[in-house]
């Protein structure tokens, strides 16, 4: 019985084959082919022509894997063995059909071939997408810097201009160039938000704040600017919302400065509604939510999904000025936050964008002294002797500009040294009191500076002061000015107030402590 098994299934996979010299059919079982003897093997299938090598090269044993060979519109994966007779004059071989088990080998190992070629194809995709998103951010950098530095003495003129005797004409007219001035400025950070946001390096910082002062105080902007434009202002602030809570209300800001000035922009009759509210009131955390409604011209159904793609804008809108970035920018924002943003809106009716931001409510509910802003005047600093600041800048017109900022300031005398190098030549030359850098300088940069400046083995050099002002803004930078040693980072185009302040708490700081003092959040 089980030879009769045995002979049946060899029957069926095996051939027995015996060949001459000549690749003649001497014998054949002819089980799986139909093999004619004195017929020449190769006028079958060619592959049989591989068989004069084994007679030439006396291969006394031999396999061919996986040969494959259609014979009557059959495919079929043979393994092929062959076996040199004594006399060497004869070969048999023994054929073996294994196309079931080849074809389901090849099945699998397509299949596997396929998923490495598609998670190639990915990676390499990632790969590609990377290296655009990085390319992007990085030319958006440099643009952003490139633009940066020119419009720093612009902005800086426009307001030592301001400080001049001019009639009131030339007052409005600088007051235009300044605002339009402001809006680069505002387009350049938008840019560089959206870069941040995609390379993952825009972090939320929650701090505690006072929230009830944050949107009185937006309130009130607006309800000036709205006052300008003729329309209406309401605005809500629930009593129930405490008035210290913890969250981000530098990027909460961003949104809602970003909605409000879009209702102030789309709207030419009726009004903005300004809402801040909470549903619940949890000891420890409350959701917040602001609202922003507005009587404007509203935005069709159909485009409701697409306002929110990096420069759209809707068809012949582009008169109202604008970048497209506003939205897109409070998109990423918000899901940063983990708030969903939501708009409902009707073309020639208005629009309502509104989004709600989880807070911590502080356990101190209590004002603190220091946040009380002390304000110092010039005249204070005029009778004492005025503390001496060296300036590394290598661009004359940002020189002159620093030199007239200084000098209407009256608080400080200012020294400016082109390059790292001659900075840490005055510093040795002469006592100073405080360093402001410029980071990109021919040279030695501001970078190197700095570090020289924390290694100099002379203490009083060594524990200066140091502000990092730049037209780079990304957050490299700023944690290489942080990592060399750098206390304060301000960005072009120069903000008076905010350097003359900074300049001011570094002074009393440095004077109290006496010692390296931190990179504070407020410049960052
Ligand atoms: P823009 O700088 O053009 O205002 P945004 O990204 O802020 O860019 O907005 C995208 C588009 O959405 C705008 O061009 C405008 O067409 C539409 N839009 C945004 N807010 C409003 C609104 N409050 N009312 C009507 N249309 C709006």
């Known amino acids: 019985m089980l030879d009769n098994l045995r002979q049946d299934f060899i029957n069926r996979t095996t ?103 598609n998670f190639n194809i990915s990676q390499e995709l990632n790969q590609q997408l990377e290296i655009q998103r990085s390319f992007k951010n990085k030319f958006l950098a440099n643009v952003s810097h490139e633009i940066r530095t020119p419009l720093n003495s612009i902005v800086g003129f426009i307001s030592v201009l301001e400080n001049t005797e001019i009639t009131r004409e030339q007052l409005d007219v600088l007051h235009i160039i300044k605002d339009s001035s402001k809006n680069l400025v505002t387009i350049l950070d938008d840019l560089m938000d959206i870069s941040k946001i995609e390379a993952g390096k825009l972090d939320i910082k929650n701090r505690r704040f006072d929230f009830r002062e944050f949107v009185e105080k937006l309130a009130k902007t607006y309800e000036i600017r709205t006052d300008d434009k003729r329309l209406s202002f309401d605005f809500e602030l629930s ?17 809602i400065v970003n909605l409000l000035e879009n209702a102030l922009k789309y709207t030419h009759q009726g009004g903005i509604k300004f809402r801040v509210t909470t549903s619940s009131l949890n000891a420890r955390r409350i959701p917040v939510t602001f609202e922003v409604t507005d009587t404007g011209i509203g935005i069709p159904k159909e485009k409701l999904d697409s306002i929110f793609d990096s420069f759209t804008q809707l068809e012949k809108r582009g008169l109202f000025g604008g970048s497209g970035l506003g939205l897109s920018i409070v998109k990423q924002l918000t899901d940063l936050l983990e708030s969903d943003l939501e708009v409902k809106s009707a073309e020639g009716e208005g629009s309502t964008f509104s989004f709600t931001v989880n807070m911590g409510v502080s356990h101190n509910q209590k004002k603190e002294n220091k946040e009380k802003k002390v304000k110092r005047k010039k005249k204070d600093f005029k009778s004492a002797k005025r503390p001496r600041v060296l300036l590394g800048e290598d661009v004359e017109v940002n020189q002159l500009l620093m030199l007239r900022l200084f000098s209407d300031y009256g608080a400080y ?11 840490l030549e005055y510093l040795d030359r002469f006592p100073y009191d405080l360093v402001i850098l410029d980071l990109t300088m021919p040279i030695m940069d501001g970078l190197d500076a700095a570090v020289q400046i924390r290694n100099s083995s002379n203490k009083k050099i060594s524990k200066l002061p140091i502000i990092a002002l730049t037209a780079r803004t990304s957050q490299e930078e700023q944690d290489a000015a942080k990592e060399a040693g750098m206390n304060a980072y301000l960005t072009k185009p120069v903000d008076p107030d905010l350097l003359f302040t900074t300049i001011e708490r570094l002074l009393s700081r440095y004077k109290r402590k006496d010692k390296v003092l931190e990179l504070s959040e407020e410049e960052e």
């Open 239 to 255: 009593s129930k919302i405490p008035r210290f809570l913890v969250g981000d209300h530098l990027r909460i800001n961003q949104v």
């Open 413 to 423: 005398s200012i020294d400016i040294a082109k390059n790292g190098e001659r900075v």
């Open 15 to 117: 051939q027995v084959v015996v060949v001459n010299k000549e690749l003649e059919v001497i014998d054949s079982d002819n089980n799986l082919f139909d093999l004619k003897k004195n017929s020449n093997i190769t006028d079958f299938h060619p592959f049989f022509y591989a068989l004069s090598t084994v007679f030439e090269e006396n291969l006394q044993k031999e396999t061919f894997f996986c040969v494959q060979m259609e014979v009557l519109s059959r495919h079929y994966f043979i393994d092929i063995k062959t076996y040199l007779q004594e006399d060497d004059e004869s070969l048999v071989l023994i054929l073996n059909d294994l196309t079931d088990h080849y074809k389901t080998v090849h099945q699998i190992k397509q299949v596997r071939n396929e998923s490495i070629i």
